[in-house]
C-alpha cells in the first residue's frame, strides 16, 4: 500500500493534445495564430522552454506518460494483431509495470481518463488500467467504427485522391482513412458533437460530479490537432485563403511536399491544423473556466503538453509531416506549462532540460508519494522538485528515438543516428538553431562518438536494432487470396 506524507493533496489534471506544436502558442512568441485561452493559462502557470519527449510517436510517448518509465530505448518490441501502426515501441505496457493511475487509486485518489485517441485501444494494449471511470470517444482516424459503405461518392467530392497511401492519381477515391474519416464524422452536427469537446466536456462533468470526493486525477488526452486534419468550419476560415478552391486533404503523405503538393494545397493543409489547434484552445479554455467555477483551479495541479509535433515543409528537404528520420524542432519541441497548487511560480519560465517523463514523477511528488519508500520505479523527476529547488540533477543533454532513429540534444547540437550509430543529421545550435543546414559531412568523428556514448549510456546498453522488421514476421499475418 502507498504511504502518503502529512500534506494537503491536491487534485491532478493532466492535459495531452497530440501534435500541438510548441511553436503554434501566443505564450512561446506566435503571434498570429489565436490561443488565447492556453496563453492566459500560461501567465498562472510555469512555462517550459526545453521540453521533449524521451521517446515518440504516440504510443511509445503514452507509455511513458502513464507508468513513469522511458519506453527508450524500445527492448523488446512485442507487436500486437490487428493493430494500425507497427513500429518499434508501439507496444502494450509490460503487466509488471505499475501505472500511475494505480498507485493513485492505492493512494486514495479517483482517478479518471476520457480521450479520443484511437491508437490506445488496439487489441490488449490495456491503457484504462487504474482508472475509477474512462471513456473512449469514437471515431478518429482509422477507428473502424461507422460503416464506410455507407459514405457515397457525392460526399468525397471535396477530398482530394492523393490521400491514398497507394498514390493512385488525382481524381481517383480518396484512400481508406479519408472514407473511414467521413462515415465516423457523418454524425458532426454542431461545435458540441466534434471529438475534441466530446473529451473536454466529459472531462468537465468528471470535475463536476468528483468535485467532492477530493483528491481526483485526470487525465485527458484529445487527439486532434493531429490529422485527420479537417477544422470546424469557423476554426478553418480563421487561417485559410478565401481565394482557394482546391481539394481538401486530411491526411499526407510522411515526405518532402515537393512534387506532392502545391504550395496553395500546403497552406491550406495547415489552415486545418491550425484551426484545429484553435479549437483545442477554446475548448481547454471551457475546461479551465469550469476548474474556476468549481473552486478547484487554485489548489490543482495541471499540466498542458503534446506528444510531439509535426513538420510543415520548415525544414531542409521540406518534409511535410513526421517521418522518423525528420526529427526537427517542429516535431521535437514540447509545449509545457504546469500550474502548481496555489498559483507557485506562475508566471514564470524555466529553460532546464527537461521531459516528458518528468510528468509522471511530477504528480508522484504534487501526490504525497515517495516513490523510493514505496518502491515505484520512475525514469524522471519532478518538476515541482526543480521549481522549489529540492530534488533535481541537472541534465546536460536529452535522448529520444522515433522508429529506427535516435536523437540527441545538448547545447552545442541537435543529431540523429541510424541504430548502428552512424550520424544522418547534425545541426550546431549556436549558428543553426532551426535545424536548417545539415553539417553531417564536416562533423569531427570525436564529436560523433562522445555523442553515441552519451545515446549509449542513456539506452543503458546497446540498440535494439528493428531495421530488417517486417509486419508479417511478428504478427504471422496471412495474405489470403481470392
Known amino acids: 500500500m502507498v504511504k502518503l506524507e502529512h500534506r494537503a493533496r491536491p487534485n491532478i489534471v493532466i492535459i495531452v493534445a497530440d501534435t500541438f506544436r510548441k511553436d ?105 488500467r487504474g482508472f475509477n471511470q474512462w471513456e473512449f470517444i469514437r471515431g478518429q482516424q482509422q477507428d473502424r467504427w461507422q460503416s464506410p459503405y455507407a459514405v457515397t461518392r457525392e460526399q468525397l467530392v471535396k477530398y482530394s485522391g492523393k490521400d491514398n497511401a497507394a498514390g493512385k492519381k488525382e481524381g481517383a477515391r480518396p484512400s481508406s482513412l479519408v472514407v473511414q474519416h467521413v462515415a465516423n464524422t457523418a454524425r458532426i452536427h454542431s461545435e458540441n458533437d466534434t471529438f475534441t469537446a466530446q473529451v473536454f466536456r466529459w472531462g ?10 477530493q483528491p481526483f486525477y485526470l487525465f485527458l488526452d484529445c487527439f486532434h490537432p493531429h490529422e485527420p486534419w479537417e477544422a470546424p468550419e469557423r476554426y478553418y476560415k480563421m487561417y485559410a485563403d478565401p481565394a482557394y478552391h482546391g481539394k481538401t486533404i486530411v491526411h499526407t503523405h510522411y515526405a518532402p511536399a515537393d512534387g506532392l503538393y502545391t504550395a496553395d494545397e500546403v497552406k491550406n493543409i495547415k489552415a486545418h491544423y491550425l484551426g484545429l489547434c484553435t479549437e483545442v484552445d477554446a475548448w481547454a479554455g471551457h475546461f479551465m473556466e469550469k476548474l474556476k467555477q468549481l473552486g478547484l483551479w487554485d489548489t490543482s495541479l495541471v499540466v498542458f503538453t503534446s506528444d510531439h509535433g509535426t513538420n510543415f515543409c520548415e525544414n531542409p528537404e521540406h518534409i511535410i509531416g513526421k517521418p522518423q528520420q525528420a526529427m526537427y524542432p517542429a516535431v ?119 555523442v553515441w556514448a552519451g545515446i549509449l549510456n542513456d539506452a543503458g546498453g546497446d540498440i535494439p536494432d528493428y531495421s530488417t522488421f517486417k509486419r508479417t514476421d511478428a504478427i504471422g499475418q496471412k495474405e489470403i487470396r481470392h
Open 332 to 450: 521535437m519541441e514540447l509545449p509545457l506549462l504546469v500550474h502548481a497548487p496555489e498559483g507557485a511560480f506562475a508566471g514564470t519560465a524555466r529553460g532546464d532540460l527537461v521531459m516528458n517523463v518528468d510528468i509522471p514523477a511530477t504528480v508522484y511528488h504534487a501526490a504525497g508519494i515517495d516513490v523510493t519508500k514505496n518502491g515505484i520505479a520512475i525514469d524522471g523527476q519532478s518538476l515541482l522538485g526543480l521549481l522549489r529547488g529540492e530534488c533535481w540533477t541537472r541534465r546536460d543533454h536529452v535522448t529520444s528515438r522515433y522508429g529506427n532513429t535516435l536523437w540527441y540534444k545538448d547545447a552545442r547540437v541537435w543529431m540523429c543516428f541510424n541504430t548502428n550509430g552512424i550520424p544522418i543529421s547534425v545541426f550546431f545550435l549556436d549558428q543553426d538553431p532551426r535545424c536548417m543546414h545539415n553539417a553531417v559531412v564536416d562533423v569531427e568523428e570525436e564529436l560523433v562518438e562522445k
Open 204 to 213: 468537465m462533468q468528471f470535475v463536476e460530479d468528483n468535485r467532492e470526493e
Open 24 to 128: 503554434c502558442l501566443g505564450c512561446y512568441g506566435n503571434t498570429t495564430i489565436k490561443t488565447p485561452n492556453l496563453d492566459a493559462i500560461a501567465k498562472e502557470s510555469v512555462r517550459f522552454d526545453n521540453a521533449f519527449p524521451e521517446s515518440l510517436p504516440t504510443i511509445p510517448v503514452r507509455r511513458a506518460l502513464h507508468t513513469g518509465r522511458r519506453a527508450f530505448p524500445f527492448r523488446e518490441y512485442k507487436p500486437v494483431k490487428w493493430d494500425i501502426v507497427y513500429l518499434p515501441g508501439w507496444q502494450p505496457m509490460d503487466n509488471g509495470e505499475d501505472t500511475v493511475a494505480e498507485n493513485l487509486v492505492a493512494a486514495g485518489y479517483h482517478t479518471g481518463f476520457c480521450t479520443d485517441t484511437l491508437p490506445y485501444f488496439a487489441p490488449g494494449f490495456n491503457f484504462t
